[in-house]
Every structure is written in C-alpha cells, then in structure tokens.
T-cell receptor, first 118, second 111 residues
Framework: DTGVSQDPRHKITKRGQNVTFRCDPI?????LYWYRQTLGQGPEFLTYFQNEAQLEKSRLLSDRFSAERPKGSFSTLEIQRTEQGDSAMYLCASSHESGLATSTDTQYFGPGTRLTVL | QKEVEQDPGPLSVPEGAIVSLNCTYSNSAFQYFMWYRQYSRKGPELLMYTYSSGNKEDGRFTAQVDKSSKYISLFIRDSQPSDSATYLC???????????FGRGTSLIVHP
C-alpha cells in the first residue's frame, strides 16, 4: 500500500445521472476526507470520517451528495441527479490521528476523480 | 474577503532562481500552516508543515510563518523545471482538522 487510491480517475456523465466514487485510504489511517476542487481554486472541504463515523459535513454537501465509510476502511461518495455545476475534481485524503497532543493530522491526498457532467 | 489569499500567478522564473511564494490570511486562530505542491491533474502533495511562527527548512525548501502579520512564505532555492507546478498554502486552527486552502500559485521554471 503506497498511498491513497481513487477510482475511477475520470468520469463523464450526463446531467441527471447518479455517480459513485471510491477512495481507498492508506491502510493504517483512521481519518478520511473528501474535497472538491474546481479549476484555478484550492480544494474545498466536503466531509470527513473518523473510522466509520462521519463527523463533519460542509454546507457545500447538498442533499444530493452522500458519503459512507463502512467498517472504517474504504469510502464512497455518491452524487445523485448530477448537475453541470458538479463538474470538478473530487479529492480524497487520509490521515492518522494518534490522539496525542503532538499529533499533526498530516493529510495525504489521492490522485482525484475528475467528474465531467454534460 | 477570503480567509486565505494567494496570488494565482503564473509566476515564471529561470532555472536556478530563488522563488518566493506567499499567502496572507485573516483568521488569527490559524496555528498550523502547510504548503502543498500539485502537478497538473494530480492530487496535492504535502511539502512543508509548520506549527505557529518561525522558519522551517527542508532541502531546497524553506517555510516561514509570521503570525503577527498573518503572512506565510515558501522559498525554493535553485529552482528546477521539475518544480513547475501549482503551490497551495493551507492552514488550520488548533480546534479543527480541516485546513483552509488558498487558490494556489502556478509556478513555471523554464530552462
């Protein structure tokens, strides 16, 4: 396991269709994050999990978006009824939170899934 | 005004130049400061991580944080064409694990 992996790397879909992305974090990492990045912008936080619990969601995560992390391992991000404005790079990151005061929660990113909604 | 401001560039320099990349921020609660490098169509890669004010050096890279001015910098010495990428600053407060990113500065190092 050399890093965070995401699948698919590219997805083209028609408006109104549902899409699902998968993220496999670094194996010992207990935290998993989803971000969205549009052209010329930095990543914007969507949601994060500690183990299987979804602890925080951004207001960017509309009710068409849902994320899961069953068993605290891989995670999926589903977008229902896609819109053209959903076109972006969807990034996953993972980190290990040790619970120590010195924990830095350094996040390691995957290569991203580029979504194009036609 | 965004919480983190970063000039998008592009910044074009000749090989061997010293590069200075900067971000300003408005949230005085930020304590953790990071620099990521992102190649085209790839995910961000962590370069430097700094806690609070001060300098940190790692090879050709030096990160500086000036909390009094709410200003952070990344210096790249002896820049190489392989350094051509987008550099993202990111920062977070002690109570949050969610970093706020700048929009990134595009750097081009030409031979």
């Amino acid at each position: 396991d050399t890093g965070v992996s995401q699948d698919p790397r590219h997805k083209i879909t028609k408006r109104g269709q549902n899409v699902t992305f998968r993220c496999d974090p670094i194996s010992e990492h207990n935290r998993l994050y989803w971000y969205r990045q549009t052209l010329g912008q930095g990543p914007e936080f969507l949601t994060y999990f500690q183990n299987e619990a979804q602890l925080e969601k951004s207001r960017l995560l509309s009710d068409r978006f849902s994320a899961e992390r069953p068993k605290g391992s891989f995670s999926t991000l589903e977008i229902q009824r896609t819109e053209q404005g959903d076109s972006a790079m969807y990034l996953c990151a993972s980190s290990h939170e040790s619970g120590l005061a010195t924990s830095t929660d350094t996040q390691y990113f995957g290569p991203g899934t580029r979504l194009t909604v036609l | 005004q965004k919480e983190v401001e970063q000039d998008p560039g592009p910044l074009s320099v000749p090989e061997g130049a010293i590069v200075s990349l900067n971000c300003t921020y408005s949230n005085s609660a930020f304590q953790y400061f990071m620099w990521y490098r992102q190649y085209s169509r790839k995910g961000p890669e962590l370069l430097m991580y700094t806690y609070s004010s001060g300098n940190k050096e790692d090879g050709r890279f030096t990160a500086q944080v000036d909390k009094s001015s709410k200003y952070i910098s990344l210096f790249i010495r002896d820049s190489q064409p392989s350094d051509s990428a987008t550099y993202l600053c990111a920062m977070s407060s002690g109570g949050s694990y969610i970093p706020t990113f700048g929009r990134g500065t595009s750097l081009i190092v030409h031979p």
